[in-house]
């Protein structure tokens, strides 16, 4: 297993209790350190449009020249950049958004089910929390595309419901102040949020104890093939082998695999986050919000506030850009007036791997040996435990307990 990020663990944990004997490589010297460390917390099943939908290319047009837009392309020679984005575009049309919208859908579902089970087996505690997460609008033309999607999202099996403003702020009273913004939401109970980085370390010290070998401070240097097959891991002057190898490196798999021949349809999409502790009296959310308008989610962390969100393609640059880190406080500002911080804010960015059709890449690539668990974009915390638990039934000779568009 290459990867120890929120997607890499989980894998490891449902291989390693099917019977394998794992081992896992990762360049950081813990787990959940990139990606995984600083998301936006939601288990959500209920955010399951693709971004390439048919409204997508004129919204993303009109967002181009805004610094602080929710989806924001840099204008730059990138061929792989050019590349997703072209095969982006295909994925806007009805047929496909409903196809992909789909796919989420079931792999979400199950996936908040495996999680679940294994919270009951193991007991973890990561300031979980099971109140549901309310989208909330405050443009009336979006809040109209929501009920349409609302009204598909609960044909897929998820409960999402449309609800007025009124019910938004029985909801979650936090939101009182807002009122005069809002114009509508809808919520899905059954949702949840959590720290996937705190779930991740001990999930891993779970793994850990049920044999799970972890290399850390392990930065693989290339794949090494022979026949046709993967024949071992270079880590530096050291090559680890295996029967099966699993690629869940996030946005670093396509770099990882591109000198095999394999071209994966990922690119990283940079996200923000805004971690603000909280006062005893802070006037702050404890159901999770996502602020569909502005691509931000809100999640209650214990005695912290996690505001997450926004996508900025720019390559594999992980440099905070203020006037977006200014963007996220602005908003959280204008929903959350009474929010007072008690101390400092920390921001962080990571890049989440994103698909065209923010389906994720699970299942055997076109190398026998090796499988690919990545793609998963903003749902990476969502899909872990379903992704993990399908790789394991593929990689055990199983059919997996859902229908889903596996490689």
């Known amino acids: 297993m290459i990867g120890a990020g929120v997607v890499g663990v989980t894998s490891a944990w449902y291989l390693a209790k099917a019977g394998h004997q794992v081992t896992v490589l990762d360049r950081q010297p813990a787990a959940g350190l990139e990606t995984s460390f600083a998301n936006g917390g939601q288990i959500s099943v209920s955010h399951a449009e693709p971004w390439a939908n ?38 806007c049309s009805t047929r496909r958004t409903r196809d992909n919208m789909r796919q989420i859908v079931n792999l979400a579902l199950y996936s908040r089910r495996q999680l679940q089970a294994l919270r009951a087996e193991t007991s973890l505690v990561y300031d979980h929390l099971e109140r549901g997460i309310l989208h909330v609008y405050t443009d009336r033309r979006e809040f109209a595309a929501a009920i349409e999607a609302a009204v598909l999202m609960r044909e897929l099996g998820c409960e999402r ?32 949020s959590g720290d996937a980085h705190r779930f991740t370390q001990q999930l891993a010290a779970r793994c850990a104890a049920r044999g799970v070998v972890f290399h850390y401070g392990a930065t693989v240097d290339r794949l090494n093939t022979a026949a046709g097959r993967i024949d071992g891991v270079q880590v530096g002057s050291k090559q680890h082998q295996a029967d099966v190898y699993v690629a869940a490196l996030g946005s670093y798999t396509p770099l990882l695999l591109r000198p095999l021949g394999l071209r994966l349809p ?29 691509k931000l989610v809100f999640s209650r962390l214990g005695q ?96 997996p307990e859902l229908s889903f568009r596996f490689l």
């Open 304 to 399: 912290r506030l996690r505001i997450a969100g926004t996508a900025e393609f720019n390559g594999y640059n992980t440099e905070l850009n203020p006037v977006r880190c200014t963007a996220l406080m602005l908003r959280a500002g204008e929903l959350f007036p009474a929010l007072r911080p008690a101390g400092e804010t920390v921001f962080w960015c990571g890049l989440r791997p994103a698909t065209p059709s923010n389906v994720p890449l699970i299942g055997r690539s076109a190398i026998p040996n090796l499988y690919l668990n990545t793609g998963h974009g903003t749902l990476g915390w969502t899909m872990a435990c379903g992704s993990g638990a399908a790789l394991a039934d593929i990689i055990s000779g199983r059919s």
């Open 161 to 192: 419901r449309t609800v007025s403003v009124d019910e938004c702020i029985a909801i979650e009273p936090a939101l009182a102040e807002a009122r005069a913004l809002l114009v509508g939401a809808d919520y899905t109970a059954a949702d949840e």
């Open 54 to 91: 048919p409204h997508a290319p004129l919204r993303a047009l009109s967002w181009m020249r805004r610094e602080d837009a929710p989806l924001l392309f840099r204008l730059r020679w990138d061929a792989a950049l050019l590349d997703w984005s072209l095969r982006f575009l295909r994925e």
């Open 266 to 294: 990922v690119y990283p999409a940079k996200g923000y986050s805004a971690t603000v502790p909280l006062t005893e009296d802070s006037v702050a959310p404890s159901v999770s919000l996502t602020d569909d308008g502005h």
